[in-house]
């Protein structure tokens, strides 16, 4: 059994930046700095890097062996050539669907369409980037634009998407789809509305930083709450242990 390090100063640490950064967001929605001038290629570039971070993302969706490595649920690779000779089992959980250990423990984590199994929040995170691409593409590229009377609104829900979406992990199946996928539409959200409301350069790339920075929070604490399940679990040797 894996020591119970679950690292809790680490993760108070990301998420009191997360908030502080949403804090900070609605700040600068209610006391929006003022801007002189204002750059045409501005919105291209925005658009051009949030829709890099969404293709990349989509990307990774796609390849569970990675995502499996992220998680560090992946078997060891040289685990079937231990001194010892002897392949450990944990149960039925010596496979792994949705790339999750099938011993019961990750039954929150996943969801079935007929005989197959879907991780939930990878699922989530899928359809949130490829809405979030879409509509990235048509406000920054195409003729979408945003009623800038309703900028607060939209930068609102995107905080409340943002928010409800790092403890997604305290949600079971597919509600915890549903938030992973809102979590990526409220990044979204707060950046046209960031961008309507105060139509800044480096506003906008202070947002994109934030972004990728509940990017990470959001992974560590996934990461997080795996190890703490198995780190909980009382089967010595387990194979999807680190």
């Not at 291209?44 to 990307?59: D, Q, T, Y």
């Not at 490595?69 to 959980?93: W, Y």
């Not at 199946?173 to 409220?186: A, C, D």
Request: aromatic letters at 12%.
């Amino acid at each position: 059994m894996p020591p119970k390090n679950y690292r809790n100063s680490d993760m108070t640490f990301l998420l009191l930046v997360s908030f502080l950064g949403l804090l900070i967001i609605a700040i600068l929605t209610v006391f929006p700095p003022v801007v002189t001038g204002n750059l045409p290629w501005r919105k291209p570039l925005i658009g051009a890097i949030f829709s890099s971070i969404c293709i990349f993302g989509v990307l990774a969706v796609f390849s569970p062996i990675q995502c499996s490595k992220i998680l560090k649920l992946r078997k060891k690779e040289n685990h079937s050539n231990s001194s010892s000779g002897k392949s450990i089992s944990h149960g039925s959980s010596s496979t792994l669907q949705g790339h999750h250990p099938s011993c019961g423990k990750f039954v929150a984590h996943v969801f079935q369409i007929r005989s197959k199994t879907f991780c939930a929040a990878c699922v989530g995170l899928l359809l949130g980037g490829l809405l979030a691409l879409a509509a990235a593409l048509l406000y920054f590229f195409g003729k979408w634009y945003v009623v800038e009377q309703s900028s607060s609104l939209i930068v609102l829900v995107g905080i409340l998407g943002v928010g409800l979406g790092l403890f997604q992990f305290k949600f079971r199946n597919l509600l915890r789809l549903s938030l992973n996928t809102f979590f990526v539409l409220g990044t979204l959200l707060i950046l046209i509305g960031i961008d309507e409301f105060v139509q800044s350069l480096m506003v906008d790339l202070f947002v994109v930083c934030l972004i990728l920075f509940w990017l990470f929070t959001r992974i560590s604490l996934s990461q997080w709450d795996h190890k703490r399940i198995c780190s909980d679990c009382n089967v010595a040797g387990c194979e999807f242990a680190d």
